[in-house]
């Protein structure tokens, strides 16, 4: 199949729990750090997006993250669903061009 | 339209064939970007366009690929002479402007065999 040799990295939460999601970013220059949320055999969809100036942004059951001492990103998700099973990634945005990062597999137990 | 459209879903070419993908980008979007996926993994950027011209080139392997977005036409990405390595998941993605929220498509899976 096409995941063959491919691990990601994978958090198994239960239904209800809160997840965390990590992120390593590169670019000192980035000027918005975006997280992604790909289920399987679609597109990566926008889930919530901040901008190098800030620290925090909360949605909608998300909050993000940024860290720019470490250069370091976060996704925490409260109260986890089973729609939220998917792969996630983090991206930032230099040059108006993103830049992914690797995939973080959530799997949801119910 | 209100999605970014991709076509066709799936592709199957022979080594050495010509691939050719078409995405057509949300009405009034005027940046369009092509990504490539390889097994679920990282997203490596291709190209952007603005509007009809190209914004940043800089990913594009360009002995083989080449792309275009012409105005009142899909957009397209072609990939002559395929490889086996060029097997893939391409998407595309279009955005207002130079705004970090970029709409992705569904993908066109290209399988070189």
């Known amino acids: 199949g096409e995941s063959v040799g491919l691990h990601l990295p994978t958090l198994s939460v239960q239904e209800g729990d809160n997840s965390i999601i990590n992120c390593a970013y590169s670019?000192?220059?980035?000027?918005?750090f975006i997280w992604y949320k790909q289920e399987s055999g679609k597109g990566p969809q926008f889930i919530i997006d901040i901008r190098s100036n800030m620290d925090k942004r909360q949605g909608q059951r998300v909050t993000v993250l940024l860290n720019k001492t470490v250069k370091h990103l976060s996704l925490q998700i409260a109260a986890t669903q089973p729609g939220d099973s998917a792969v996630y990634f983090c991206a930032e945005r230099g040059n108006n061009r993103l830049a992914f990062g690797k995939g973080n597999q959530v799997v949801v137990i119910p | 339209g209100e999605e970014v459209a991709q076509t066709p879903k799936h592709l199957v070419r022979g080594e050495g064939q010509k691939a050719k993908l078409y995405c057509a980008p949300i009405?009034?979007?005027?940046?369009v970007f092509w990504y490539q996926q390889v097994l679920k993994n990282e997203f490596k950027f291709l190209i952007s366009f603005q509007n009809e011209n190209v914004f940043d080139e800089t990913g594009m392997p360009k002995e083989r690929f080449s792309a275009k977005c012409l105005p009142n036409s899909p957009c397209s990405l072609e990939i002559q002479a395929t490889k086996l390595e060029d097997s893939a998941v391409y998407f595309c993605?279009?955005?207002?402007?130079?705004?970090?929220?970029?709409?992705f498509g569904q993908g066109t899976r290209l399988t070189v065999v």
């Open positions: 009405k009034g979007h005027s940046y």
């Open positions: 670019n000192s220059a980035s000027d918005y």
């Open positions: 993605a279009s955005s207002l402007g130079q705004i970090p929220e970029a709409f």
